[in-house]
């Protein structure tokens, strides 16, 4: 039994293992795209690559022999550098969106996306679970929000954009009128106490962020309700008063204490906040320069100043956002201000940087041409966009499903567990460092429950190896040469005749999204034995 060494830590293999084998036999994490166990080592990817000190030499750690009194390096910068060359050469290549473009074009980033899908099915207390985690305020925004994610829904582009912002109503609405509005699971209590100066959207978004992560917001306002601007700026046909009332009181059930009719006098307010709070955060609305000094802070020219990142003034523990930075914002921009907000004091309170949420790793493919359009859609319901010209009305349930339906499903059906994707986060991977001309957007969708997007696959060869394995009477191949090679079913046969046993061990395997659930079916791989 071969004895070697990875990282200064000394394991000892049986005979025919690999150096992965070795490294996971010592608790070393390598990242690999290629590799399964129990599958002959393919080689393909490259990211698994680590140092021989007796050579220099760089090798795949998946195909290399482990054997007696061999050294290896798999955790220095230099190693680090190659796997990230061959993770941004396989993203060079790769077509296709991690998260749709309706995600960023959200001020809030919703994951617009998976409220469709479960809307679509009926799934309306897990949609609105969906909304919350990102909208504090999902009945007043879907009724006045400007929608600039509709804006960016590439269904506009076949016929009419999704109605995103009417079903995020709908399903509000469903919410409050339940009898049982949603209540997220809140954290355990932290004995943080946080003093929120306002409660228009800002304010209220990050008071229940705040409770959310189990920390005791405080909103003080100066009228004598909360919802500040919502009040004076809709009318009772834009914002009916008792869904607004009804939302704000659905926020504070998650343990907010509201303080309204007392002012905060900006003359040493922070000074008194603090001596109660372990944080305080400014929403008071728009904020002159003699105001900000007030509150002895600086002012940018619009608002209070604050860190580039994290919503932090000069001051410490106290924090600004909303209006009170940005001097006017969108209602939507200063609820996902609220949302950010509490996450940076969130950190804060747990003694890290306030940095706010961090960016998603994201690959885009950018704007589609009419044909890739077409194919696109070709899978989602071919349904007009439909909805009363009356705003006080909202959709009925099959309406609504109807419309939910309508998304093109722009986002990756694996982004959870995209192989690839957690790895280039992971090595911070740049998708543009060998950026070439994007290829063309396909997918085949003739299998019934799988969807294959040939510029998402890495020719890793996994699922021809599978269904062979599996004995597949066709099973896939490699097809064309050089650049232009693919896995496809050979013959020029079509893929549903490919896979018929093996399917879901495909799926399960395929390391990006180039294999997966077509709908987001998810049938028993036991049921292909």
Known sequence: MPQLTIDNTTVTVPEGATVLDAARAAGIEIPTLCHLQGMRPLTSCLVCLVRDCSTGRFVPSCGTQAVE?????SDTAEVHAMRRSALELLLSEHVGDCLAPCFFACPARMDIPLMLRQIAAGQLRAAIATIKRDIALPAVLGRICPAPCERACRRDGVDAAVA?????????????????????????????????????PSGLAAAYYLAVKGHAPTIYEREDRLGGRLWRETTQRELPREVLEAEIASLLAVGIEAVCGQPVDPAGGCDRLLADHDAVLLCCGAVSAEEAARWGLAHSGRGL?????????????????????????????????????????????????????????????????????????????????????????????????????????????????????????????????????????????????????????????????????????????????????????????????????????????????????????????????
């Open 164 to 200: 995103i912002c009417r079903l995020k109503r709908f399903a509000a609405d469903a919410d409050l009128e339940s009898g049982d509005p949603y209540l997220p699971r809140r954290a355990p209590l932290s004995g943080k106490r946080v003093a929120v100066v306002g409660g228009g």
């Open 305 to 529: 100043e604050v860190a580039a990142k994290g919503f932090c003034t000069a001051r410490p523990a106290v924090f600004a956002a909303g209006c009170a930075v940005r001097g006017r914002a969108m209602v939507v921009r200063s609820t996902a201000d609220g949302k950010e907000a509490a996450e940076s004091i969130d950190q804060f309170l747990r003694g890290e940087t306030p940095r706010g949420p961090s960016e998603p790793f994201n690959c885009r493919m950018g704007k589609l041409a009419a044909d890739e359009l077409t194919q696109l859609a070709a899978g989602s319901a071919r349904l007009p966009r439909a909805e009363p010209d009356d705003p006080s009305i909202g959709y009925a349930a099959s309406e609504a499903a109807a419309q939910a339906a309508r998304c093109l499903h722009c986002d990756c059906r694996k982004q959870d567990d995209c192989r690839l994707r957690k790895y280039a986060a992971q090595y911070s991977a740049s998708v543009r460092r060998f950026a070439a001309e994007r290829k063309p957007f396909a997918q085949d969708l003739r299998h019934a429950d799988v969807v294959y997007e040939p510029g998402k696959c890495i020719q890793c060869g996994l699922c021809i190896e599978i269904a062979r394995a599996a004995g597949e009477p066709l099973g896939l191949t490699f097809v064309g040469r050089g650049f232009d090679v693919r896995v496809s079913a050979p013959l020029g046969r079509e893929i549903n005749e490919a896979l018929q046993r093996a399917a879901a061990a495909c799926v399960a395997a395929c390391p990006t999204a180039a294999l997966a659930w077509k709908h987001d079916a998810r049938p028993d791989p036991r049921g292909e034995q």
């Open 69 to 73: 009194g061999a050294r290896y390096e």
